[in-house]
């Protein structure tokens, strides 16, 4: 019976992939574009069916790092094209096996992530297939050692791509294009540029009238370069999001991103405080999230208290700019930040009147608690203290003082000023959501 019931399972299995094997060819290399490159193309030992389907596929995804070399030697023998030499040429020789055998259709996507250091003239042939085959998403995490990568002028004008995401691993492996022209993209993302006087004219903005979502990530301005203000000049943008700006902080004063997108619904800002300046009134604006730190070691600060203040103050003036917003979302290492400015009161409100909801976030956030804005209101008329205290199992109540032995998985305390100042700038806000951290290590 065991026998039987064993053959009878291997049958199925046999029917079942001669039905996945009747399928059309576009239905097949639909299901195959979900896998990697390297999964994709080892169907091809499945049956003859499949044999030559993965040069069909509309998507392409080759990732170069320690953890895979080895495996591309294998890949290169299987395509008859054995290779002795060191596991980058075996990974080059890899991508260009695939792309000489890939039928020439057009690419939907095309990825290529490098972290280890390729021949220059390699991955330039990579762009140039992509350009060639009218990607519509290409990704680039460039590692070039000499010269960097220059973006082909085919590629740079086309009218295909809708995503392009380029990433510097060592902050100068892609030559940031200066004048393009994507009348069709809709997300730029760049991370690791350095914008100079040299490279940026604000063209690479206006160049994109379709752009809806720019991310710029671990990007800076040009220390002592003619260069100042980074003009962000995107009239249909709806996503900006700005993480970890690099800007050294000796050039604070005079270094600002200057933001035009009167259709900005969404904006985002993480890391180390930036001087911002939105030229419009985002009036579309939805929904602003705000994760600020400041570091503590800088030689070019002595006095670290007066550096988070001043940190404080900026973004106070980049929160004015936002008054339209109506979901506003802040760390608690934000407001730790705003914390340091103790007298809120003789500080211009922000003023937003169309604000509903407010959060306050955490990154290792246990559970979270939402409560009704009159709620805190009520309490903060009552007494005046230093700290409220909010816990997910008890009643938010007010506390005389910041005490380590309140802490615990399931508390948080929040300066009572700066809740204050809050509410008061906000005055048809409903909800206020908390995320409560874990309980560290330690205990407190």
């Known amino acids: 019976m065991a026998e039987k019931g064993k053959r009878k399972r291997i049958q199925q299995q046999k029917n079942d992939l001669d039905r996945l094997s009747s399928l059309p060819d576009s239905i097949l290399t639909h299901i195959l574009s979900f896998l990697d490159t390297r999964s994709a193309i080892t169907t091809s030992f499945l049956s003859k069916r499949y044999k030559l389907l993965w040069t069909m596929l509309p998507s392409l995804d080759f990732k170069l790092c320690d953890s895979h070399t080895e495996s591309f030697k294998s890949y290169v023998d299987k395509f008859r094209n054995p290779i002795k030499k060191s596991s980058v040429a075996s990974f080059e020789r890899y991508v260009n096996t695939v792309l000489q055998q890939r039928e020439h259709s057009n690419l939907t996507t095309f990825r290529v992530s490098l972290h280890k250091d390729v021949g220059l003239e390699f991955m330039q042939n990579c762009v140039d297939y992509a350009a060639q085959h009218r990607v519509q998403h290409l ?14 002028e085919m590629l740079l004008m086309s009218s295909s791509l809708i995503t392009l995401h380029l990433h510097n691993a060592t902050s100068c492996n892609i030559e940031l294009p200066k004048l393009v022209h994507l009348p069709n993209l809709k997300v730029l993302r ?111 600060v002595v006095d670290v208290f007066e550096r988070k203040q001043k940190t404080s103050e900026s973004f106070l003036s980049m929160l004015r700019q936002l008054s339209n917003v109506k979901f ?8 730790e930040v705003v914390s340091a400015l103790s007298d809120l009161r003789v500080c211009a409100p922000c003023n937003f009147e169309n604000l509903r909801f407010i959060k306050f976030t955490t990154e290792d956030k246990c559970i979270e608690k939402t409560i009704p804005v009159e709620t805190i209101v009520q309490l903060l008329e009552k007494v005046v203290t230093d700290v ?33 100042f809050l509410l008061e700038s906000s005055p048809a806000a409903e909800f206020l959501s908390i995320e409560i951290p874990k309980a560290s290590s330690n205990g407190e």
């Open 139 to 152: 990704r680039i995490r460039g590692y070039f050692k000499l010269n960097p990568l220059v973006l082909p």
């Open 190 to 300: 760049l991370k690791k540029f350095e914008f100079c006087d040299a490279n940026f004219s604000g063209e690479l903005f206006t160049g994109c009238p379709s752009l809806e979502s720019l991310v710029l990530s671990k990007c800076w301005i040009r220390a002592g370069d003619k260069l100042r203000v980074l003009d962000v000049n995107c009239l249909n943008l709806k996503n900006l999001e700005i993480r970890y700006w690099r800007s050294p902080w000796r050039c604070f004063d005079e270094h600002l991103i200057s933001v035009n997108a009167p259709r900005l619904v969404c904006f985002k800002f993480r890391g180390h405080v930036a001087r911002m300046n939105f030229k419009e009134g985002l009036l579309c604006l939805d929904k602003a999230c705000i994760d600020l730190c400041y570091p503590s070691s800088c030689t070019m």
């Open 328 to 335: 506003l979302s802040l760390s608690l290492k934000t407001i």
């Open 388 to 420: 409220m205290m909010f816990d997910v199992y008890k009643e938010t109540k007010l506390a005389p003082e910041c005490s380590k032995k309140h802490k615990n998985a399931t508390t948080v305390l929040l300066p009572a000023h700066v809740m204050r």
